[in-house]
Every structure is written in C-alpha cells, then in structure tokens.
C-alpha cells in the first residue's frame, strides 16, 4: 500500500502535518488604555486590524505599529504584546477554551477604539517543522505590497468581513482564509531575502524546492543523496551541500525526521497498525522504524499512540465497519472523540 496525501507540495505537506488544521480566532474591541501579554506558547498567532491601530512588541524584533490592510504573524509563539501605546499597561492573556469565539471580547479603557481579529495555529507536540523554525520571530504581509499585495488585500477582506458578520460555515472559510495567509507569509519571506538562516530560502530554490517535493510525495521510495541528486540535475556533493545550506541540515537526516513526523500524524490521525505506519513511511523493518521513532519524537511510537489515547487526542479513522454474521456480533469498540476547536 501506498501512502497517498492529497496535499500537494512540500509547503502544504508541512502547514498539515505540523500545524493543527483549523486556526482559531478572537475578535477584540480595545480601547485606550489597553494592553495583552502574551506568553510563549506552542503556537503561530497572527492579528489584523479592522480599524484604528496596534503596537506590537515581539521580544527581539523591532516595534511594529500594525494598522490596517496589514497581518502580522508571530510564527514561533515568542512573548510579545500588543497594545494602543507605549507605556499602556498589559494583563498577561490566559488560554480559555479551544473554541473559535467571533463574539468579541472588549477590554481596556474609555478611549480611541481599535478593532483587532486575532488568531493562532497550534504546533501539533510542541515541535516546529525544520524548515519553519529559522523564519523570523516577527513577518508583516502589508495590502500595499507590490507582488502580493493584490491577494493579501483580498484574503483580508474576506477575514474581516468574515468575522463581523458570521454566516453558514464560517468557521471553515476562517480556517481556510488562515492558511490562505500563513501561505503568502512563507512566500513573502523566502522571496524577500529576510531570511537568510537555513529553512525558508529552501523554498525559493527550483532544484532544492523540487528535491523536496519528491521526498515528500514519494515518502517510501529508497532515496539516496545519488538518486536525488540525478532527479534534480546536479552532482552528487553540489547538492548535498547546497541543500544543507538551504535547509539546515543533510538530505538523509531531513528525510528521516519527515519520515518520524508523518508517522506521529499517521499515528494519531488513522488505525493503522504500527507496522504498517512504519511500512507507509519508508521503513521495512519494525526495530529500525521505532529507533528512528525515538530519536526525533523521544518516546517508542506505542509510548506515543498510547498517550494520545490517554488523553484523548487521537482521532480514528471512520471506516465501514465489516458485516458479521448473526452468530458472531461484533464486539463494542470504544472510541476517543478529538477535542473540540
């Protein structure tokens, strides 16, 4: 059997695997004096604003006065704050329950008012992808954005508009508008040369970029450095250096750390035996797989599948189940029900 996943690319493959698939949001009506800390947490947040302004301070970046026809994204969860004005005073924000609540929430004083659309995607067990951790802790997408700007000015219109007048199946436009705009944030940094850290510029490379491509939609397939060189039309030390510059780290061990993370979403996500997620990912021998498992994940994949289980974060996959016959019923299966976002 073949793995088969209908993402796409290298980018799409990565935002699903890693990332939790529907954003949440919180709209906010602020007004002057007002101010949010916010803590590092396992999360990329992101924040527009439908009018008036907001100071953003994102620990190690510069201060960014966010208006509108902006987005600005915190894509490692580093503490920053938000507020109207410096010297504002900030209350630390605390997590309530994962639900997309449009219904906003009104803090601060009695001044100038400031609507802000807030959101995050969780990191799925706390860990990046490689190839987003070197983004910079701070990515502003501006309307007035000479390549993109068209299609940042319309995602965000369609999130405002989304978000002050909810209809049928608005949480599924907001998520997908969500990703819609994480997208253009990776393209915006890798084109723009703001990264020049291994990671993102891997993106912007035709033959690096395709290399990654082929590992991940042929996640089975035997790679070496040699026949992934050939594909892509370069020697064999040429592109292994090139991609180690670009990516952060060697062909093999990249393909081996994807190989772990695609099996946890596997893990988690269907119920599939754990020889057969091992098989699906590119490994034929069960004791090679839960070594390679444990190096980047830290624990066996039963260790994992079990705690998952334990708290009930494992989704099953809805699969017919198989007739039987009136002398033997089927047994009662319990199932974990994923938790609510």
């Known amino acids: 059997m073949e793995l088969q996943d209908p993402r796409g690319d290298v980018i799409a493959d990565v935002l699903g695997a890693s990332l939790l698939r529907h954003a949440l949001y919180r709209s906010l009506e602020a007004h002057a004096p007002w101010g949010l800390r916010i803590p590092q947490q396992p999360r990329a947040s ?52 994962l639900t997309s609540c449009l219904v906003p929430r009104r803090i601060g004083g009695h001044g100038a008012a400031t609507t802000v659309v807030a959101g995050f995607f969780e990191i799925r067990n706390g860990r990046e992808p490689p190839i987003l ?89 035997p790679w070496t450095v040699v026949s992934l060189a050939k594909r892509v039309n370069m020697s064999r030390s040429g592109f292994a250096a090139r991609f180690t510059e670009l990516v952060g780290e060697p062909p093999l061990q990249y393909l081996a750390r994807w190989r772990v993370t695609r099996a946890a979403e596997l893990l988690r996500d269907g119920d599939e035996k754990i020889e057969a997620v091992a098989n699906l990912v590119g490994y034929e021998s069960l004791p090679a797989f839960s070594r390679a498992f444990k190096r980047w994940q830290g624990e066996s994949p039963a260790t994992f599948r ?36």
């Open 46 to 97: 992101f924040y527009l604003v439908a009018r008036g302004s907001a100071r953003l301070e994102v620990e190690g970046e510069r201060v960014h006065m966010l208006s509108p026809g902006e987005v600005a994204f915190v894509p490692h969860g580093t503490p920053h704050v938000i507020r109207d004005a410096e010297g504002s005073a900030v209350t630390t924000a605390c997590d309530g329950p």
């Open 133 to 221: 951790q070197k983004m910079p802790s701070l990515v502003v997408l501006s309307s007035t954005d000479t390549v993109s700007g068209p299609w940042i000015s319309a995602t965000l219109q369609l999130v405002l508009a989304e978000s002050a007048a909810p209809r049928p199946a608005t949480s599924v436009v907001l998520q997908r508008l969500a990703d819609v705009l994480f997208v253009l944030a990776l393209r915006s940094v890798g084109a723009s040369g703001q990264c020049k850290a291994p990671g993102v510029p891997a993106l912007t490379d035709p033959r690096i970029y395709e290399a990654l491509n082929l590992m991940h939609a042929q996640l089975k397939e």
């Open 306 to 341: 079990r705690a998952l289980e334990q708290q009930g974060l494992r989704r099953q996959s809805q699969r017919p189940t198989p007739r039987r016959s009136a002398q033997r019923p089927e047994p009662s299966r319990a199932t974990t029900k994923a938790p609510t976002t």
